[in-house]
Nanobody
Framework: QVQLVESGGGLVQAGGSLRLSCAAS????????MAWYRQAPGKQRELVAS???????NYADSVKGRSTISRDNAKNMVYLQVNSLKPEDTAVYYC?????????WGQGTQVTVSS
């Protein structure tokens, strides 16, 4: 079992920045890829960014160039820095951990970007 707790969400003005954090606990040695997803009201959950155990990253086109995903394996943390926030970035952001055959999700953190 893996437990994930996100933090760092909040209300931000357009053009601002946020850094989301996700703390992993439990069977952390089984975690391979970690990722951030988001879900806006009335929309499907979508991938924002992912990072492999070795540090390979992948970004959605919507955030590419203005966000950075990073991972501290020693601290069992994953971070998402998003700059130049837009109102369309408003969503609940979820942390996901992938192990061999199982995915774990955090409870989500709300990010609201005001125009």
């Amino acid at each position: 079992q893996v437990q994930l707790v996100e933090s760092g969400g909040g209300l931000v003005q357009a053009g601002g920045s946020l850094r989301l954090s996700c703390a992993a606990s439990g069977n952390i040695f089984s975690i391979n890829t970690m990722a951030w997803y988001r879900q806006a009201p009335g929309k499907q959950r979508e991938l924002v960014a992912s990072i492999s155990r070795g540090g390979r990253t992948n970004y959605a086109d919507s955030v590419k160039g203005r966000s950075t995903i990073s991972r501290d394996n020693a601290k069992n943390m994953v971070y998402l820095q998003v700059n130049s926030l837009k109102p369309e970035d408003t969503a609940v952001y979820y942390c996901k951990a992938e192990t061999w055959g199982t995915a774990y999700w955090g409870q989500g953190t709300q990010v609201t970007v005001s125009s």
